[in-house]
Nanobody, 116 residues
């Protein structure tokens, strides 16, 4: 199982970034997926999840309306479109796979820095 995030970087407040997560080594289309973040000096925080077919998403209240999670099962890729970014969105963003009620596989993360 491999998950590889990309797309992080430095962006100004109010800007946008699009993260991607390339999946391999498993049947991507069979698994719900999540984005989880870790801000500097803080613990892990769930951001969003999506069901296996991509038709249902859920979001952390503080990102709802600003972030959009999607997936392309034909390309084995997960996405997170982040708009209207705030300094408190600064974090390492991880994609992770759901299995058996837990997140059992994680990528290495991609760093997002929102500068004011």
């Amino acid at each position: 199982v491999q998950l590889e995030e990309s797309g992080g970087g430095l962006v100004q407040v109010g800007g946008s970034l699009s993260l991607s997560c390339a999946a391999s080594g498993f049947t991507f289309s069979s698994y719900p997926m999540s984005w989880v973040r870790q801000a500097p000096g803080k613990g892990l925080e769930w951001v969003s999840d999506i069901n296996s077919g991509g038709g249902t998403t859920n979001y952390l209240m503080s990102v709802e309306g600003r972030f959009t999670m999607s997936r392309d099962n034909a390309k084995n890729t997960l996405y997170l479109q982040m708009n209207s970014l705030k300094p408190e969105d600064t974090a390492i963003y991880y994609c992770a796979r759901w299995w058996g009620g837990a997140l059992d596989a994680w990528g290495q993360g991609t760093l997002v820095i929102v500068s004011s």
